[in-house]
């Protein structure tokens, strides 16, 4: 017992007191916040193709939706921008050719707001949007839901030819990600 107590005495002693020892510790810091990040950065759709495509959303200044997409996507930003008044600011992301863009108004108003208690059937225009994808859409739904993501049914649309799995953003607008039958 006294030896490898020694023996890890004598190790830790002198790795701490040989030239470099500030190299060392900064290397191990570093090494753990980049393994950090990248076990973070993975997205339950880094390995689906999604056909291409453009979304564009308008929330309130302070939303965290950009980061929403983001990070549920696996998007990469493209830009930021100010409108010349500084009225609106905004993001441009992308995976491939499918592109998300999101304005943030300080004025943007809630569209429950419009009328009270009224239902999102009720609104006149945008209900939902998808995109198709090569997803295997119950895999999908079991990773969005492990990330804490509203996935809800799996459509099988027979007409169509294609199932539809539908997902809920942060500010409740509805997803389909579409995948063709094989």
């Not at 499918?98 to 945008?126: C, H």
């Not at 997803?135 to 809800?152: H, S, T, W």
């Not at 027979?158 to 607008?173: C, H, Y």
């Amino acid at each position: 017992m006294n030896t490898a107590l020694f023996q890890l005495k004598s190790f830790v002693s002198n790795w701490f007191n040989k030239p470099g020892y500030f190299l060392r510790v900064l290397y191990l810091c570093l090494l753990t916040v980049n393994t950090s990040a990248q076990a973070q950065a993975e997205s339950c759709f880094d390995e689906v193709k999604m056909e291409a495509g453009f979304i564009a959303l308008t929330d309130k200044k302070d939303s965290l939706l950009g980061s929403w997409y983001k990070e549920t996507f696996g998007l990469e930003l493209v830009k930021e921008f100010t409108f010349p008044d500084g009225s609106v600011t905004g993001v441009l992301m992308k995976k491939d050719e499918f592109v998300v863009e999101i304005f943030f108004r300080d004025d943007a108003i809630d569209r429950t707001n419009l009328v009270p208690k009224s239902k999102e059937g009720q609104w006149i225009g945008f209900n939902k949007f998808g995109f198709y994808t090569n997803a295997d859409l119950p895999q999908l739904k079991a990773c969005l839901v492990n990330a804490g993501i509203q996935a809800g049914r799996i459509w099988k649309d027979k007409l169509l030819g294609i199932d539809l799995l539908q997902i809920i953003d942060p500010r409740n607008n509805v997803l389909e990600i579409i995948s063709r039958r094989k």
